[in-house]
């Protein structure tokens, strides 16, 4: 589908030019906090806004930053170390940033690529420290045969590993739960129990999930309850119309006002992405989006 090619070649992109940030520059979070007031006005306040780059690929990244803002978007995710000088400049965060690892398909759960990814991920941890920001993206990686027990396992040994550096400079992985029918064939986290069950297995707070609802309604359904049930496992949301991973609205089988209500009652003060694939005009289905998703 369109949607996992587009998504993959911009992770393929970020991968490969990734680089320390060369001018000394406040973090994000700072540059967020002194332009706060003058986002989202006209927003209840309830969910923090963010939506993913790949999404608006053909409109030009100062440009999707300016119109997110008027919107009341506070971030703009899935962008890498190059990039975050440019949301810095406009006021915006990073809420689930890239620039480690080796894609989705090759991830934590081949022994074969420990050192490799261990060493990535050290890399991005001080970035990330020094851009303000608390949070990276993370992939199991694709099954090739291999059982859930031992993906577990493997996934556990490597990330154990990195949890003392990433609690050093307060940075939470989030591993996301991607579906295994449509778009990542063979992929190994495409279940929440699964993932529960290696947070469980790793054992720190500075590991936990990316709960992507599109992803998660084609795998398992239940989302309300799902969220109710293991929302503190979860360090981040991905929304997304089913079937199609088009427009949020009317027009697909989730109810997204229900399911931000959910969100908020479990006391969560993150962010949530809107990660889908406009199919009118990109801003004002982004624009629809968060309307949708400001819940009173």
């Not at 915006?92 to 690529?113: H, R, S, Y």
């Not at 990316?210 to 496992?233: F, R, S, W």
Request: aromatic share 8%; glycine share 8%.
């Amino acid at each position: 589908m369109k949607s996992n090619s587009s998504r993959r070649s911009a992770l393929k992109s970020i991968l490969g030019t990734a680089a320390v940030v060369s001018s000394p520059m406040i973090s994000l979070t700072e540059a967020f906090a002194a332009s706060e007031k003058a986002l989202g006005a006209d927003l209840n306040g309830k969910i923090n806004h963010s939506v993913a780059r790949w999404c608006y690929s053909k409109i030009p990244l100062e440009d999707l930053c300016v119109e997110a803002k008027k919107m009341g978007i506070k971030s703009v995710e899935l962008q890498g170390p190059d990039e975050w000088p440019i949301l810095q400049k406009h006021g915006l965060t990073c809420a689930m940033p890239w620039g480690a690892g080796l894609g989705i398909e090759k991830g934590f759960n081949d022994p074969a690529l420990h050192n490799e990814l261990i060493a990535s991920f050290e890399t991005i941890f001080p970035k990330l420290k020094a851009a303000g920001l608390d949070k990276v993206i993370c992939f199991s990686g694709n099954r090739r045969g291999m059982s859930d027990e031992q993906g577990i396992e493997n996934c556990a040994i490597a990330l154990k590993k990195l949890m003392p550096s990433a609690e050093k400079h307060g940075v939470t992985m989030v591993m996301e739960l991607l579906n295994s029918k449509v778009n990542h064939k063979d992929y190994m986290c495409d279940l929440t129990k699964w993932g529960v069950a290696l947070c469980d297995k790793v054992g720190s707070e500075r590991f936990k999930l990316l709960y992507d609802i599109y992803h998660m309604q084609i795998m398992e359904g239940d989302v309300i309850a799902t969220i109710k049930k293991y929302h503190p496992y979860f360090g981040h949301y991905h929304t997304g119309g089913v079937p199609g991973r088009a427009e949020i609205d009317e027009t697909q089988e989730l109810n997204y006002p229900a399911i931000m209500k959910a969100i908020v009652d479990t006391g969560y003060k993150g962010y949530v992405g809107q990660e889908f694939i406009p199919k009118r005009d990109p801003l004002a289905s982004l624009s629809q989006a968060v309307k949708i998703c400001d819940i009173a």
